[in-house]
Every structure is written in structure tokens, then in C-alpha cells.
């Protein structure tokens, strides 16, 4: 096995990062990387939106609009880089607006492997102000687009211990197609 497969097992959300960052440069470089994700028709129906110092502070007013409060959200605030995941649907007959989101969704789990590979603390953050105006109109969103969250990004602070990720039981989540009465029934049609 390749070293993508250790990168996967070993990857962990940071809740908590210090106030390093990448750069603009190392961010495209992963960027670019990450856009090699599956992708029907190659509508690449994603981009996204780098924050940095007093645009997480607009991004805090907004959230704070959408929640119905006055001054400004600190979540933003956690840590010194957000990547705004965005869901940029295409016109298309050929591929529908689910696969599109998946291929967005896609760039950023493949992002947040890249970044967490390459050292850096990361945690994909949602909420339902993602869906609001108000932050859809801070971050720029045309009608055809939707946020589908951030990645907070810094540096990876000192532990002491990681906590271990319980792994994955492979056998409850994967199963084989149902082979029931109705399904021999169709196999031995096909057979004739």
C-alpha cells in the first residue's frame, strides 16, 4: 500500500490549532491536487474561498445576522485560515444537482486529507447558517451556489496524547447486492 493509505488512517479533525497557517501558494498547490477528485463530465462544480484576518471578522457579523444576534460570531475567529467550500452547480442534463454537491463535498474531504497530511490542524465546520443569506452574501455566493461549510485550518498544537479513533468495522458497513427470491428470478431470465 501507498503512503495514502496511512494519511487516511492517521487524519483526525483539530478542534483546536495555533495561529500558523499555509500560504496562498501552498494552498493552490493542494487546491489543484484536491480538484482531481471524481468528477462526471469534469463540471469541476466547486470553488473555493480562502478567509484570512479581518475577512473572518465579516464572516463573524454575518453569522451573527443569521442568528439573529447583533455585533459579531467568534467561531470564525478559532483558527487564522478558513476554506469555504463551495457547491457551484451546473447547468447539465447529464449529471444532477446531488452529484454535483458530491463532487464538491469530494474537494473538500480530499483538501482536508491533503492539509492534514502536510501537517497542518483541520476541522470541516458546518451549521445552519451556511444555508442563510447573509453568509451566502458575505462569502459572494451567485444563485447557483451553496456553502457547504469550512475547513479551519492552523498549525497542529503540542499534545501530550492523541486520542485514538475507534476504527471502522468494515463488515457493518459493507454488504453485497441482496440475492432474495426476486433476484434469482431476474438472473435466471437473463440466463434465457
Known sequence: MTGALEAVRARRSWSKVTDEAPTRAEIETFVSAAGRVADHSALRPWRVVELRGTDRERLGRAIAKAEGEK???TKPMRAPLLLAIVAS??????????????????VAHMLSLLLDDAGWGVLWR????TRSK?????HGLEKNEELLGWLYVGGKPPVRRLARRKAVDARRHLSRMPRGKKALELEQTDDE
Do not use: C, H, I, M
Request: without cysteine; glycine residues 10%; positive net charge.
Open 71 to 73: 455585533g459579531f460570531s
Open 89 to 106: 452547480y451546473r447547468r447539465t442534463d447529464k449529471v444532477p444537482k446531488w452529484e454535483q454537491e458530491a463532487v464538491a463535498s469530494g
Open 126 to 129: 458546518t451549521g445552519s447558517y
Open 134 to 138: 447573509a453568509v451566502a452574501k458575505a
